[in-house]
């Protein structure tokens, strides 16, 4: 069966045919770093992840574009406040995102583009709308896309949702990155240079100034891909300003259409809330981690539930992830003991079940579904003792191939942290020179890190708790 996935461009689910097979271009607009993304930002940057790795299960060959928003009006915002240069800023949150990704064991995408860094393709991409008639520079010196000239030439604003023009009156304008669609206006490519932008600032024909957020995502995706590409995914939120307007400048500029598939992921909610400070209810991946939880069951949890499903991320959940990550782990073990290094081909059966759910426009609850079915089944063979060597051998393999999608590995495939590294290496140093004081404190350390560190004649071994 061929892949289905939902477009929200036609509000349907569709037959998934790029534009040059087997390649697929797909853009993921990236984090805005002007704070450490919080679950729900993971959510989605996961789900990207899930997608890629899909299609290259399926044998596409994917280019996974992945940009930075290093500019843009919170970030302005938080640079004055905290006084620091933007560089400064920003790049403390760009690494702490890489370093998350790492954790969530996201493939690194393909290109990470900074948007500051393609201020040149921005300024062409605006100079080619306001060469066509459908930007102009208004009277504050910033530069704004026009909606009426736009639809003007016959083009359609409003394609991922339905809006109503009725109360919009022509050349309203709006400057900042975010707005609702109740007040959908001429919106800014380029915002001048005003007195809170202190040294934050680029040269331009237009005048110094900076992009707006949309415009970014259009010059940098059409860039590194191709005018018209593939795949362009975000989180519900952005359907409206910042999907919208990257479509109407990118077709707007090139007259070709721009994004054959739009995916779009549901919010993540926590205990049922929105996520925010006041209520407490906010974690960044970091919160969880310092809660002795691991980057594997966060991301198992993360993509239990289908993606255009709003998920509720509890507590509660994460200890259901622990076991059921148990229950994979046990059943993976003990195929391991009985395969013995025996080489087989992948178990097709569990396979075209699992592809079969994932077809379905992703169908990732059905796919668990037939992958605890599956350890059921074998676990049952197991304690009959009527698995031979090869049976393991090929249910293994079909194992490796289902987890290259989902990502979450097998407890001995975790990835030890360098600092626990180094204080295992510490603490048999202690133990040679017969400090065995320091050697007990090291374990103990290492102990309330969330580690136990098991010693063998043939040396340790560490283990997450
Ligand atoms: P930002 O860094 O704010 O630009 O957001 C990065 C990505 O996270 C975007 O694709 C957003 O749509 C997505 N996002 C923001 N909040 C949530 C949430 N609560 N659940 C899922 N995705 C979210
Ligand atoms: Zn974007």
């Known amino acids: ?130 060469a066509r008639g459908i930007a102009y520079k208004a009277a504050d010196g910033s530069v704004y896309f026009s909606i009426e000239k736009y639809r003007g030439f016959g083009c359609n604003y409003g394609q991922l949702l339905k809006l109503n023009f009725n109360e919009m009156r022509a050349g309203e304008r709006v400057k900042s990155d975010e707005y609702a669609k109740e007040s959908v206006a001429d919106f800014a490519l380029w915002k001048s240079r005003v007195p809170d932008d202190a040294d934050i600032f680029w040269p331009s024909p237009f005048g110094e100034g900076r992009p707006g957020w949309h415009i970014e995502c259009s010059a940098m995706s059409m860039k590194i891909l191709e005018a018209s590409f593939d795949i362009h995914l975000g989180g519900e939120d952005l359907i409206f300003p910042h999907h919208e307007d990257e479509i109407a400048q990118s077709e707007g500029a090139t007259g070709k259409p721009f994004v054959k598939y739009w995916l779009h992921g549901a919010h993540l909610l926590v205990e049922g809330k929105k996520m925010s400070k006041s209520l407490g209810n906010y974690f960044t991946l970091r919160d969880l981690m310092a809660k002795g939880l691991s980057g594997r069951e966060v991301r198992y949890l993360l993509i239990t539930a289908h993606y255009r499903e709003t998920f509720n991320f509890t507590l509660e959940g994460l200890a259901g992830a622990k076991t059921a990550l148990a229950r994979i782990d046990e059943c993976v073990g003990k195929l391991s003991e009985i395969a013995d290094r025996t080489n087989a081909a992948p178990n097709s059966k569990i396979l075209e079940q699992f592809s079969a759910a994932l077809d379905d426009d992703l169908n990732i609850s059905a796919a668990w579904g037939e992958i605890f079915k599956w350890v059921t089944e074998t676990n049952k063979r197991i304690a009959e003792n009527s698995l031979q060597a090869a049976d393991a051998a090929a249910s293994l393999a079909a194992w490796h191939m289902i987890d290259s999608v989902l990502g979450v590995g097998t407890k001995n495939d975790i990835e030890i942290p360098a600092d626990i590294t180094a204080l295992a290496e510490d603490r048999i140093a202690a133990k040679k020179s017969k400090d065995f004081k320091r050697s007990d404190a090291i374990r103990d350390e290492l102990k309330a890190k969330g580690w136990v560190i098991e010693d063998s004649p043939k040396g340790y071994k560490l283990k997450k708790l």
């Open 1 to 130: 069966m061929g892949l289905k996935l939902f477009n929200t461009l036609s509000r349907s689910i569709q037959d998934f045919a790029p534009l040059t097979p087997p390649k697929v271009g797909m853009y993921c607009c990236g984090p805005t770093v002007y704070d450490f993304a919080h679950i729900g930002n993971w959510r989605t940057f996961v789900f990207a992840d899930l997608v890629r790795r899909y299609l290259e299960f399926k044998n596409f060959q994917v280019t996974h574009v992945m940009n930075i928003t290093d500019i843009e009006d919170k970030i302005i915002k938080r640079v004055r406040e905290t006084k620091t240069t933007l560089p400064e800023f920003t790049g403390k949150f760009e690494s702490a995102f890489f370093e998350d990704l790492k954790t969530l064991n996201c493939l690194s995408p393909h290109q990470t583009p900074r948007a500051t860094e393609h201020i040149p393709e921005i300024i062409s991409l605006i100079e080619k709308l306001i």
